[in-house]
């Protein structure tokens, strides 16, 4: 903690280190008053100094400090976030040293840590995910004065602010697939000015910050077509998932569709309704793309009774993956060869699971799709082998192994006290991590199966056309971008950080081939860079091509599994009976969401 004082040259004057005089707290912001005070931040308290640094006033904080400024009105006002997340603007007293008013902020107006910054035109201002907002503390009311939506910016890539003048921010933007950062001066727009672009919704739960990316370049570099977003999961309202859910219902029911749509793992339910467009279709007509460009396994995963009503940009596997000392014990692996399997080594954890209800979660996070089917409507939820599953995890888990509180998951990996690992998005960049942790080479297991091969696509990002829009050519012109050379071979680039598999193929050997090669940057710096073997280049391409199912997952299927299976475990309902009702109740849900 050290305190530099410069003239307006940026010329040092003084240097002061403060670790004593703040106890050896962690000094997140520091600021000078007009009076001349300097007010230094940290978590837990506030220290108010005078001009030459002696200690006027030490205000404990209400939680934690996650913010400060001076306002147009000279009161020093700093924010707090409490155990709950819930936030308060403080105003001090300097001379007094204490505060003398709190003002709640309501949940759509929460802050992001530290963006609180000073302005002429406003009592303060700050940052928030969806933009830059005003605060009037006379009126305790927020008002947004730049939306980064609308201003092509990712929330996520801000870094800090300041007020210059009149609407007028300089901002520091750093995307986080980037190693430069950039400075821009942004200014309010006249609302009056038409825009001549047709615009094409775009809708989804929650935006992968990546796609915002895409949007912004699509919307800068396209003049005819302008892609707006529409987010129905919005946690800082204190939605939920089924909020969400139940809001894009009632946006079908309306009629008022986006135009493009990201249902990510609600994709078949929805295709069920007839709601998207079949995609074949417009890559059949595409001038640049054709079929035979993608991963072929991963392309007819992505389609749902041979239509292609959504595409992926990218994919990840989902499996369980172990010391390739089990695979051949594993291979082909069903309940019976699972539960054969931790008998053998009932010293140890088979997974990283602290209830059943924990088990039975990563169990059916890849293979829950196999029990239902939305095209026809049915489900099999009382079959033997689901019944088998709900079985294990009640015998395989109790109260003798329970998890050490004490130990993460991957130190219980390394000292060998956990047999298996459910991986939900493995990518190969991931491969020489789980071989350290596991102090030897993996394999690709699966999750239990009557078919033995359990493992998944998973497709984060699965994106449609609605089948009435008005303008699916612009929404295609949006989509066939994600599946460019240009955007597939960002994927491939090691060094971009978005650790996505790239569906085209071209892009996809790529990548296999830059992480089995040194090269780049490492290279010019003289340093060395690790590389993964042939022999697990291989084995991922194999577990690539020999799979041939994506993820699937329901929410409120899942909620209803775990309810009654809750009851099962605790010894509340036999198996049989446990799954008549999880039959019934699911079979019920399919029937109403038709």
Request: proline share 2%; hydrophobic share 35%.
């Amino acid at each position: 903690n050290v305190l530099i004082q410069t003239d307006y040259a940026g010329k040092e004057k003084k240097r002061t280190d403060l670790n004593a005089l703040v106890n050896e707290e962690n000094i997140v912001k520091a600021l000078q008053t007009t009076q001349g005070q300097i007010v230094a931040m940290a978590e837990d308290n506030i220290y108010i100094f005078d001009e030459t640094l002696k200690l006027i006033k030490q205000i404990e904080i209400e939680g934690r400090a996650i913010g400060m400024a001076v306002s147009k009105d000279n009161q020093l006002i700093y924010a707090s976030e409490d155990s709950n997340d819930k936030q308060k603007l403080h105003i001090i007293n300097v001379e007094k040293g204490k505060i003398e008013k709190t003002i709640p902020l309501k949940r759509n107006e929460a802050m992001d840590y530290n963006s609180m910054f000073a302005s002429e035109q406003y009592d303060i201002c700050y940052r928030t995910n969806k933009g830059i907002y005003s605060y009037d503390l006379e009126n305790k009311k927020a008002t947004c004065l730049l939306n980064y939506d609308k201003s092509y910016l990712v929330g996520e890539d801000i870094r800090d602010a300041i007020s210059v003048g009149m609407d007028e921010f300089v901002i520091i933007n750093h995307p986080s697939n980037k190693i430069e950062s950039n400075i821009s001066l942004y200014s309010k727009q006249d609302t009056g000015v038409e825009n001549e672009k047709v615009t094409v919704t775009f809708g989804a739960f929650q935006f992968d910050e990546n796609v915002k990316r895409e949007v912004i370049a699509f919307n800068k570099a396209n003049s005819q077509y302008e892609i707006t977003l529409k987010e129905y999961f919005d946690e800082d309202n204190g939605e939920s998932a089924a909020d969400a859910i139940q809001e894009l219902n009632e946006d079908i029911a309306k009629g008022s569709i986006p135009d493009l749509l990201d249902l990510s793992l609600l994709t078949n339910q929805y295709a069920a309704k007839g709601l998207f467009e079949d995609l074949s279709v417009y890559i059949e007509k595409d001038s640049e793309l054709s079929e035979e460009q993608f991963v072929e396994p991963v392309f007819q995963a992505m389609k749902n009774n041979g239509k292609l009503y959504a595409i992926a940009p990218y994919f990840g596997i989902a499996t369980l993956i172990g010391k390739k000392e089990y695979a051949e014990q594993l291979n082909g692996l069903t309940v019976e060869k699972l539960i054969a399997f931790c008998k053998e080594h009932e010293d140890k954890l088979p997974f990283y699971a602290e209830t059943k209800a924990d088990l039975l979660s990563i169990l059916l996070e890849g293979c829950i799709a196999d029990y239902y089917d939305w095209e026809s409507g049915t489900c099999q939820f009382d079959s033997q082998e689901f019944k088998d599953v709900l079985t294990f995890c009640n015998q395989i888990m109790s109260d003798d192994n329970l998890l050490d509180g004490n130990a993460t998951r991957n130190e219980l990996i390394e000292q060998g006290k956990v047999l298996l690992v459910n991986e939900s998005d493995f990518v190969p960049q991931d491969i020489l991590t789980y071989a350290k942790m596991f102090g030897g080479e993996i394999s690709y297991i699966g999750y239990p199966n009557k078919e033995g091969h359990g493992s998944y696509f998973a497709f984060n990002s699965q994106i449609g056309i609605y089948s009435g829009s008005d303008v699916k050519e612009g929404a295609w012109e949006f989509l066939r971008t994600l599946l460019s050379s240009e955007q597939q071979e960002k994927y491939a680039d090691i060094y971009s950080g978005l650790d996505r598999i790239p569906v085209r193929k071209d892009c996809f050997d790529q990548l296999m081939t830059n992480l089995s090669t040194s090269q780049g940057e490492f290279e010019e710096a003289g340093e060395d860079y690790e590389v993964i073997t042939q022999e697990q280049e291989q084995a991922f391409r194999d577990i690539v091509n020999n799979t041939n199912k994506a993820i699937s997952y329901d929410i409120e299927m899942m909620n209803i599994i775990d309810e009654e299976a809750q009851a099962y475990f605790a010894g509340k309902k036999d198996i049989d009976k446990t799954v008549r009702i999880i039959q019934k109740r699911c079979t019920t849900y399919m029937s109403e969401s038709k």
